[in-house]
């Protein structure tokens, strides 16, 4: 392949001084990186829209749209202003909604006004603002600006303008973005990064990602922005790779409807849902009742086909509750390794359940730290047993080895330093050994849509390698761990959870690994196990199958106590 050896030179569409957090956060993120710089900034001067004064536009508005689109857009805003004060009140949405001149960005700017189709939305670039641009000789354009952008400007760079669609155009296309998710209480909202075509939505799709959808609508927006523009970041320094190559996503036909600003009645409807949900939340948590995580087992050959509803259910001690179970046999004994967290403390430990024919018995904790811990992943190797908990809030990966077992455990080894990851998996396959785990990329505490896979040689490496492809898949109703990867006959399964609207662990799915190298992977979804085994439960998030037993947990809606 023909690598890129210099830096991509990108340019920035953008309308006017003030610009928004993202364009800014992004131009900041390029003085970071060795990939790609941002060398220009393209400011439209849309003169024969910007000099109407509001009367103008009313008018105008009135004209085309009509009177009653007038007032859903009014019934909109007000919603939008509403919800935009109370995200402001969140500390990690500080900045989002902040507005940064364009005299800090240190580079050269080139004002060009293009000519503006009368519905306001398609923008047409003169001959002579076309050739400003081309003597730049730019690798690409980022429109940060306003228009359906139409003409030659789309071929000016070798990689053309790239742009985001805040949504999963595959099903929603149109606008405003984040907002009809929430609506149809969708599991996910979608974005895509895109190289812009003549044709709308047409483009060819660099970028492809799904994330869980919030339950009222500036919140999903905000999360939507924050996490597209990490990865607009991160696909400029893969396209500055290889230049030539570039993997596109496959397209697909779209006959969904073409989404707008809902009407009043859609918007009425919306603010009650969101108040019932949100009324349901706060009283839920003044009365102390939550959705409370249980760990129950059977023994089985058959870990395909489970009749779930004749499992045991390990009763939750007092003030605590158990979760993320792990089985092994070892030593002759058959114990499962839990989540133990105490609502005192607010704080998990690792706990150990010895189980037999005749039922369980606690054993007591095999591993406490200062920071929570959970997932007890379990890996033997060379004769060794060791466990790769979740330790996300201490920023790391680590390995631990039995030293006696049940309860004896030592620190192994930290794998990797100044990471947000959970729910990690390590197994061997093909004589290397591999690390599936959950990274957080936007401190939005999103857990659950980013799959990425690491391998080395020994288990216990610092030097992990990531996959080419991380990450490998960015899709909240399938990316997160859920237990085991189970090896039967050199075939790999893979536990995932599967996220619902405003909901965590909702149902499991378990997919079977066909592709698995350092550049490559592929699955499919080989079952699914809905929450639906025992009287009142609402969730279920993992599943572990080892020697002939199957532990899974499962959420019921009861008062803490």
């Not at 105008?60 to 919800?83: A, P, V």
């Amino acid at each position: 392949l023909m690598k890129n050896l210099k830096k991509l030179k990108v340019g920035i569409i953008v309308d006017d001084i003030n610009q928004p957090y993202l364009v800014y956060d992004f131009y900041k993120k390029s003085l970071e990186s060795n990939c790609y710089s941002v060398v220009c900034l393209i400011i439209q001067k849309s003169h024969n829209l910007k000099n109407k004064n509001f009367v103008d536009k009313l008018i105008n508005y009135i004209k085309t749209k009509g009177i009653s689109r007038l007032i859903d857009r009014l019934i909109f805003e007000f919603i939008d202003q509403i919800e935009t004060q109370i995200i402001k009140k969140k500390n990690k949405f500080k900045d989002f909604f902040l507005k940064h001149s364009i005299s800090k960005f240190e580079v050269q700017k080139i004002y060009v006004e293009p000519e503006v189709s009368s519905s306001g939305l398609y923008y047409r670039y003169k001959t002579e603002d076309i050739n400003k641009i081309k003597n730049l000789n730019l690798d690409v354009l980022v429109r940060g600006g306003s228009g359906i952008l139409q003409g030659e400007i789309l071929n000016v760079c070798q990689l053309g303008i790239i742009s985001f669609h805040h949504g999963d155009n595959d099903f929603y296309r149109g606008g405003p973005p984040g907002f009809w998710e929430v609506y149809n209480r969708e599991p996910s909202t979608g974005f895509v990064i895109q190289r812009l075509s003549k044709v709308l939505d047409g483009g060819d799709i660099i970028f492809k990602a799904n994330i869980p959808t919030s339950f009222f609508y500036k919140l999903n927006v905000c999360n939507l922005y924050l996490k597209s523009s990490i990865f607009l970041h991160k696909t400029l320094e893969k396209l500055s790779i290889d230049i030539n190559n570039i993997n596109y996503h496959p397209k697909k036909s779209y006959s969904n409807q073409i989404y707008k600003i809902p009407r009043s009645h859609q918007s009425i409807l919306y603010l009650l849902k969101t108040f019932i949900l949100g009324t349901k939340k706060i009283l839920s948590k003044l009365f102390g009742w939550s959705f409370r995580w249980n760990v129950a087992y059977q023994f089985t050959e058959d870990w395909k086909n489970p009749i779930l509803r004749k499992s045991t259910i390990i009763k939750n001690p007092k003030n605590r509750f158990l979760a993320d179970p792990f089985v092994i046999s070892y030593n002759n004994k058959t114990v499962v390794f839990v989540e133990d967290y105490n609502f005192s403390v607010k704080k998990g430990v690792i706990s150990a359940y010895e189980i037999n024919s005749e039922g369980y018995k606690e054993i007591g904790v095999a591993i406490e730290e200062k920071f929570h811990l959970s997932y007890p992943f379990l890996i033997k190797s060379n004769e060794h047993l060791f466990m790769v908990p979740e330790t996300h809030e201490a920023k790391d990966i680590r390995i631990y080895k039995c030293i006696e077992f049940p309860l004896k455990w030592k620190l192994h080894k930290i794998l990797m330093k100044n990471i947000s990851a959970v729910d990690t998996n390590i197994f061997k396959f093909d004589n290397k050994f591999w690390l599936f785990t959950n990274l957080e990329s936007s401190n939005l505490n999103d857990y659950s849509s980013e799959l990425h896979i690491f391998y080395a040689d020994s288990i216990d490496s610092t030097t992990w390698k990531p996959h080419s492809l991380n990450p490998v898949i960015f899709d909240s109703k399938k990316a997160r761990n859920g237990g085991m990867i189970y090896s039967e006959k050199n075939h790999l399964y893979r536990v995932f959870q599967r996220q619902d609207f405003d909901m965590y662990g909702a149902s499991l799915g378990v997919s079977k690994i066909n592709v698995l190298t350092e550049n490559e992977y592929e699955e499919e979804v080989f079952i699914n196990f809905l929450p639906n085994f025992f009287k009142n439960m609402k969730r279920i998030l993992s599943f572990s199958y080892n020697s002939g037993v199957l532990v899974n947990d499962f959420t019921m809606y009861e008062k803490n106590n």
